[in-house]
Every structure is written in C-alpha cells, then in structure tokens.
C-alpha cells in the first residue's frame, strides 16, 4: 500500500518564543493536516530546530506556492528551511571501489522498495563490481583514479553526477579521498560510511588500530563528507562489543555488519529529510 503524499518542512533559526506557534498556525491556516511534528530546542546553540510532514492534498495550493506563502515567516524568525515532495523521489548516485558488502546491501533494499529512490548510475575505480551492477539494470561507470589523473577523474564524476541530475551521492566503501571542490559543491550531499567509531581511528586500517589498541567496541560512523578526513557531521553510528579473543579478521568481519546497517540507516534519514545540519553537528528526527 502506497502511503499518501507529503511534504516535508525542515527548518531551524534562532530559539524564541512563537516558532512553534507561527509555523503550526500558518499551516491550520490554509487547512493543513500535520501527521507527524518534532521540534528540538539546542540551549547551548540557542537553536531551534523542526520536522513537520504535511499531508499534501489537505493543502488547496502545491509546493511552490507554499514556498512562496510561507517566506515571510521564515524571514521574521531568520530560518534556514526548505520544503520536500515525497512524491519526488531521491536520485542516489553510488560510489563504491573493491568491498562490496555496502553495495550489496544497499541494492537489495532498493529492489526490494524498503529504500524509496531512485539509483541513476554507480561509479567506480575498478571494474570488478561492472556485472553484478548491470545486473541490477543499472548504469556502471568505471573512472580509474591514479595520483596523476586524479583532478580530471573528479571532474568527470562531478559531470555525470550533474548529468543524471543526481540529488546525492553514497560512499558505499569508495576508498578514495574526494577533492576539496567536491567536498565544498556538494556539502551535505556526500554521504560516508567510514568503518570505524569516529572521532577515533581515522584513515586507513581503522580495525587493525583498534586491534592494536585492545579496544571493547567497534563500530562505524555514517557522516556527511568535508574536506577534512572523516571529520564531517555525523549522522549516524553504532557499536559491537568485543573482547580478547576476537582477531583482526574478526573484526573486520563484524565490523562489515555494522557498516551496512549504518549507512543504509543514514541513508534513510537523508532521503526522508530528517537531518538538520549546523556547524559540524547534526540533529537526527528519527
């Protein structure tokens, strides 16, 4: 059964008295039925934050309109905001290198409808993945990356993300370090899944430092992409507890579990519009 149409308002701005009631009142004012509502206020950002999903046919005019309705509002109380169709699908635009469990996972769930986007493309370093894709009736792109082609292999992944009209795009284990620029063109657009429970054990081998380390947790962090490495908003993390006996391998193997999990979880909230960003922090409205 296919669930009605909404739209999705998300917004935060300076915490003051009469958001709550502005917002909810200018929606009841045009016959707005609210299905679902949260809001959360920072005391140490002195910020405010809300999620309202609107049912679409409640309303007599459609989104633009409501855009357009709604801006002087937003500008009285200096709100970042936008307003989403669920009825305009995500496009998600893969990247994965050689480890295909995050692929994997990530296609079964949208074959199978639980993940509700669209998938334009996957884009590759290796070729290895090229079959199980196309498979899947999914345009590959293999676009080799060296030290020395580096800046024109990020140009023509810029250009075929922008040509299927992506909306953002996955690092379903891409072991590359993207460019500053794509970094910057596309804030809160890359998503990444880095195998290890950041802040700790950046960078390569993350398992083989906890390893070293002795720790009793592993996990994964699924977080926005910067410039700096895997240090971007953090959306979503999970751990596993472990102990002495467990090796390298094992490790690496529970850690594939979470992984999967992880980004396929920060992934839904993405595409649901469930994420607010400010500065490097994220709030989450599960």
Request: charged fraction near 25%.
């Amino acid at each position: 059964m296919t669930s009605a149409r909404r739209y999705t308002l998300s917004l935060s701005c300076p915490d003051r008295v009469g958001i709550v009631a502005a917002v909810s009142g200018f929606i009841a004012s045009h016959n707005g039925w609210i299905v679902e509502a949260q809001h959360h206020a920072d005391q140490a950002m002195q910020r405010f934050f809300m999620r309202q999903e609107i049912l679409a046919d409640s309303l007599a005019f459609g989104i633009e309109e409501f855009g357009h309705q709604f801006a002087p509002i937003a500008a009285q109380f200096q709100m970042d905001w936008q307003i989403t169709d669920s009825a305009k699908k995500k496009r998600v635009v893969i990247l994965v290198s050689k480890p295909e469990h995050c692929l994997y996972d990530l296609l079964a769930r949208w074959q199978s409808g639980e993940l509700d986007i669209e998938i334009p493309c996957v884009i590759s370093n290796h070729e290895v993945l090229r079959k199980f894709v196309e498979w899947h009736n999914i345009p590959f792109y293999c676009v080799p990356v060296t030290p020395e082609t580096k800046p024109a292999a990020y140009d023509e992944i810029m250009q075929r993300f922008e040509a299927v009209k992506g909306d953002v795009m996955v690092l379903a284990r891409y072991m590359q370090v993207l460019s500053p620029e794509m970094c910057d063109r596309y804030f809160k657009r890359i998503i990444n899944i880095h195998h290890s429970f950041l802040p700790s054990f950046v960078g390569a081998k993350p398992y083989h430092q906890a390893y070293e380390r002795g720790v009793k947790l592993i996990g994964a962090t699924c977080h926005y992409v910067t410039a700096e490495l895997d240090a971007g908003p953090i959306i979503d993390q999970d751990v596993i507890r472990i102990d002495h006996s467990d090796s390298v391998e094992d490790l690496v193997r529970y850690g594939k579990d979470i992984e999967k999990t992880v980004l396929a979880r920060g992934l839904r909230y993405h595409i649901e519009d469930r994420i607010l960003v400010h500065g490097n922090k994220t709030v989450v409205f599960r």
